[in-house]
Protein backbone atom coordinates (compact mmCIF):
# COMPACT_ATOMS: atom_id res chain seq x y z
CA UNK A 1 0.00 0.00 0.00
CA UNK A 2 2.73 2.38 0.92
CA UNK A 3 4.52 1.77 -2.34
CA UNK A 4 1.29 2.19 -4.74
CA UNK A 5 0.60 5.90 -2.35
CA UNK A 6 4.63 6.52 -3.28
CA UNK A 7 3.73 5.87 -7.07
CA UNK A 8 0.54 8.30 -7.25
CA UNK A 9 2.83 10.93 -5.69
CA UNK A 10 5.46 10.87 -8.04
CA UNK A 11 2.55 10.83 -10.96
CA UNK A 12 1.26 13.83 -10.19
CA UNK A 13 1.91 16.77 -12.31
CA UNK A 14 4.60 18.85 -11.02
CA UNK A 15 5.74 22.75 -12.20
CA UNK A 16 7.81 22.63 -15.25
CA UNK A 17 6.01 19.33 -16.62
CA UNK A 18 3.64 19.84 -19.76
CA UNK A 19 0.28 19.49 -18.59
CA UNK A 20 -0.87 15.82 -18.98
CA UNK A 21 -3.61 15.99 -21.91
CA UNK A 22 -7.08 14.27 -22.04
CA UNK A 23 -10.57 13.85 -23.66
CA UNK A 24 -13.28 14.89 -21.72
CA UNK A 25 -17.14 16.04 -21.75
CA UNK A 26 -17.64 19.20 -20.59
CA UNK A 27 -20.82 21.83 -20.56
CA UNK A 28 -19.56 23.05 -23.54
CA UNK A 29 -19.05 20.15 -25.15
CA UNK A 30 -16.61 17.62 -25.70
CA UNK A 31 -12.96 19.02 -25.58
CA UNK A 32 -9.46 17.31 -26.21
CA UNK A 33 -8.06 19.62 -23.30
CA UNK A 34 -3.96 19.87 -25.62
CA UNK A 35 -6.29 22.13 -28.48
CA UNK A 36 -8.33 23.96 -25.68
CA UNK A 37 -5.58 25.31 -24.34
CA UNK A 38 -3.22 25.74 -27.91
CA UNK A 39 -2.55 29.59 -28.29
CA UNK A 40 -3.35 30.80 -24.59
CA UNK A 41 -2.96 30.40 -20.99
CA UNK A 42 -5.69 27.99 -19.19
CA UNK A 43 -6.25 28.26 -15.01
CA UNK A 44 -7.78 24.60 -14.82
CA UNK A 45 -9.28 24.48 -11.01
CA UNK A 46 -11.35 21.65 -9.31
CA UNK A 47 -14.32 22.29 -6.66
CA UNK A 48 -15.10 19.26 -4.21
CA UNK A 49 -19.25 18.95 -5.60
CA UNK A 50 -21.90 21.12 -7.60
CA UNK A 51 -24.83 22.80 -5.34
CA UNK A 52 -22.14 23.23 -2.29
CA UNK A 53 -22.02 26.62 -0.97
CA UNK A 54 -18.07 27.29 -1.17
CA UNK A 55 -18.03 25.98 -4.94
CA UNK A 56 -20.82 28.03 -6.01
CA UNK A 57 -19.23 31.45 -4.89
CA UNK A 58 -15.69 30.55 -6.05
CA UNK A 59 -17.08 29.54 -9.44
CA UNK A 60 -19.52 32.53 -10.04
CA UNK A 61 -16.11 34.25 -9.51
CA UNK A 62 -14.69 32.70 -11.67
CA UNK A 63 -17.32 33.52 -14.23
CA UNK A 64 -17.78 36.99 -13.51
CA UNK A 65 -14.44 37.73 -14.58
CA UNK A 66 -14.16 35.21 -17.20
CA UNK A 67 -13.78 38.46 -19.77
CA UNK A 68 -11.00 39.57 -17.95
CA UNK A 69 -9.29 36.97 -18.01
CA UNK A 70 -9.69 36.44 -21.79
CA UNK A 71 -8.22 40.34 -21.89
CA UNK A 72 -5.13 38.36 -19.99
CA UNK A 73 -5.34 35.57 -22.93
CA UNK A 74 -6.22 33.17 -20.62
CA UNK A 75 -9.27 30.35 -20.40
CA UNK A 76 -11.05 29.01 -17.43
CA UNK A 77 -11.78 25.13 -16.97
CA UNK A 78 -13.38 23.54 -14.26
CA UNK A 79 -13.58 20.39 -12.85
CA UNK A 80 -15.64 18.14 -10.05
CA UNK A 81 -16.36 14.18 -9.96
CA UNK A 82 -19.93 14.95 -11.03
CA UNK A 83 -21.97 14.09 -14.15
CA UNK A 84 -22.91 16.66 -17.29
CA UNK A 85 -26.82 16.28 -16.12
CA UNK A 86 -25.40 17.76 -12.60
CA UNK A 87 -23.18 20.26 -13.92
CA UNK A 88 -25.81 21.48 -16.55
CA UNK A 89 -28.84 21.55 -13.89
CA UNK A 90 -25.88 23.66 -11.19
CA UNK A 91 -25.57 26.15 -13.87
CA UNK A 92 -28.81 26.61 -14.50
CA UNK A 93 -29.43 27.21 -10.76
CA UNK A 94 -26.84 29.73 -10.33
CA UNK A 95 -28.20 31.81 -13.78
CA UNK A 96 -31.55 32.02 -11.75
CA UNK A 97 -30.72 32.36 -8.30
CA UNK A 98 -27.47 35.03 -8.92
CA UNK A 99 -27.84 35.86 -12.09
CA UNK A 100 -24.63 34.51 -12.67
CA UNK A 101 -23.84 32.35 -15.98
CA UNK A 102 -21.18 30.18 -15.81
CA UNK A 103 -19.75 30.12 -19.89
CA UNK A 104 -16.61 28.40 -19.40
CA UNK A 105 -16.47 24.36 -19.56
CA UNK A 106 -17.16 22.37 -16.65
CA UNK A 107 -15.63 18.87 -16.84
CA UNK A 108 -17.57 15.94 -16.38
CA UNK A 109 -15.40 13.46 -14.22
CA UNK A 110 -17.77 10.76 -12.90
CA UNK A 111 -15.06 8.32 -13.24
CA UNK A 112 -12.35 10.06 -11.92
CA UNK A 113 -10.13 10.22 -14.80
CA UNK A 114 -8.66 13.85 -15.14
CA UNK A 115 -8.99 14.28 -11.28
CA UNK A 116 -6.10 11.24 -11.10
CA UNK A 117 -4.19 12.34 -14.06
CA UNK A 118 -3.98 15.58 -12.18
CA UNK A 119 -3.63 14.63 -8.50
CA UNK A 120 -7.43 16.46 -7.66
CA UNK A 121 -8.19 13.56 -5.64
CA UNK A 122 -6.73 13.39 -2.72
CA UNK A 123 -7.49 10.63 -0.33
CA UNK A 124 -6.54 12.09 3.29
CA UNK A 125 -8.77 14.57 2.36
CA UNK A 126 -11.64 12.90 0.45
CA UNK A 127 -11.90 9.94 -2.00
CA UNK A 128 -15.00 10.47 -3.89
CA UNK A 129 -14.34 14.95 -4.10
CA UNK A 130 -11.66 16.91 -5.69
CA UNK A 131 -9.62 19.08 -3.75
CA UNK A 132 -9.87 22.67 -4.55
CA UNK A 133 -6.69 22.58 -7.17
CA UNK A 134 -6.01 25.19 -9.69
CA UNK A 135 -3.22 24.63 -12.78
CA UNK A 136 -1.54 27.50 -14.41
CA UNK A 137 -0.51 26.31 -17.44
CA UNK A 138 0.85 28.60 -20.33
CA UNK A 139 0.18 28.33 -24.10
CA UNK A 140 3.49 25.79 -24.88
CA UNK A 141 1.39 23.55 -22.03
CA UNK A 142 3.81 23.41 -19.75
CA UNK A 143 2.33 23.78 -15.54
CA UNK A 144 3.92 26.97 -14.41
CA UNK A 145 1.71 27.12 -10.70
CA UNK A 146 -0.68 24.89 -8.94
CA UNK A 147 -1.98 26.08 -5.85
CA UNK A 148 -4.22 23.18 -3.49
CA UNK A 149 -6.44 24.04 -0.86
CA UNK A 150 -8.72 21.85 1.41
CA UNK A 151 -12.49 21.21 0.87
CA UNK A 152 -13.37 24.15 3.45
CA UNK A 153 -11.43 26.62 2.19
CA UNK A 154 -12.04 28.93 -0.62
CA UNK A 155 -9.86 30.00 -2.82
CA UNK A 156 -8.30 33.50 -3.00
CA UNK A 157 -9.05 35.19 -6.20
CA UNK A 158 -7.00 37.95 -5.63
CA UNK A 159 -3.63 35.62 -5.20
CA UNK A 160 -4.37 33.78 -8.67
CA UNK A 161 -5.37 37.38 -10.30
CA UNK A 162 -1.60 38.45 -9.06
CA UNK A 163 0.20 34.86 -9.77
CA UNK A 164 -1.07 35.15 -13.47
CA UNK A 165 -0.28 38.47 -13.97
CA UNK A 166 3.18 37.97 -12.16
CA UNK A 167 3.84 34.77 -14.93
CA UNK A 168 3.45 36.72 -17.82
CA UNK A 169 5.10 39.57 -16.81
CA UNK A 170 8.18 37.63 -15.79
CA UNK A 171 8.02 35.70 -19.20
CA UNK A 172 7.81 38.91 -21.42
CA UNK A 173 10.52 40.90 -19.65
CA UNK A 174 12.99 38.28 -18.33
CA UNK A 175 12.70 39.37 -14.76
CA UNK A 176 12.07 37.49 -11.26
CA UNK A 177 8.79 39.01 -8.98
CA UNK A 178 9.48 39.68 -5.37
CA UNK A 179 7.64 39.37 -2.65
CA UNK A 180 4.02 40.68 -2.50
CA UNK A 181 4.79 41.53 -5.86
CA UNK A 182 1.47 43.80 -7.46
CA UNK A 183 1.47 45.11 -10.53
CA UNK A 184 3.36 48.50 -10.83
CA UNK A 185 5.79 47.61 -8.94
CA UNK A 186 9.41 47.07 -9.41
CA UNK A 187 10.56 43.70 -10.35
CA UNK A 188 14.04 41.92 -9.78
CA UNK A 189 16.94 41.91 -12.55
CA UNK A 190 18.33 38.15 -12.96
CA UNK A 191 21.66 38.00 -11.24
CA UNK A 192 24.66 39.04 -13.10
CA UNK A 193 26.73 35.97 -14.02
CA UNK A 194 29.90 37.70 -15.14
CA UNK A 195 32.27 40.18 -13.81
CA UNK A 196 31.46 42.33 -16.55
CA UNK A 197 27.49 41.87 -15.79
CA UNK A 198 28.10 43.01 -12.74
CA UNK A 199 29.90 46.22 -13.36
CA UNK A 200 27.56 47.24 -15.99
CA UNK A 201 24.87 46.87 -13.21
CA UNK A 202 26.38 48.81 -10.91
CA UNK A 203 26.65 51.60 -13.57
CA UNK A 204 22.72 50.81 -14.45
CA UNK A 205 20.41 53.57 -12.96
CA UNK A 206 18.70 50.36 -10.99
CA UNK A 207 17.58 50.38 -7.60
CA UNK A 208 20.89 48.51 -5.88
CA UNK A 209 20.32 46.43 -2.92
CA UNK A 210 23.53 44.62 -3.65
CA UNK A 211 25.19 43.52 -6.86
CA UNK A 212 22.97 40.56 -6.76
CA UNK A 213 20.03 42.01 -5.65
CA UNK A 214 18.65 44.81 -7.71
CA UNK A 215 15.28 46.44 -9.02
CA UNK A 216 14.01 48.34 -12.08
CA UNK A 217 10.93 49.18 -13.21
CA UNK A 218 8.76 47.54 -16.18
Not at 23 to 35: I, W, Y
Not at 63 to 80: C, D, H, I, R, Y
Given at each position: ????????????????????????????????????????????????????????????????????????????????????????????????????????PIIADIDMKVANLYGMLQPGESQTAAVRAVFFIDPHGKIRLIMYYPLNIGRNMDEIWRVLKALQVADENGVAMPLNWQPGDKVIVPPPKTVDQMEEREASDYEMVDFYLAKRDI
Open positions: MEEQNQMKVQQMPRIGDIAPDFKAVTTQGELQFSEYNKGSWVILFSHPADFTPVCTTEMSAFATLEKEFAQWNTKLMGLSIDSIHSHIAWVNNVKKNLGITMRF
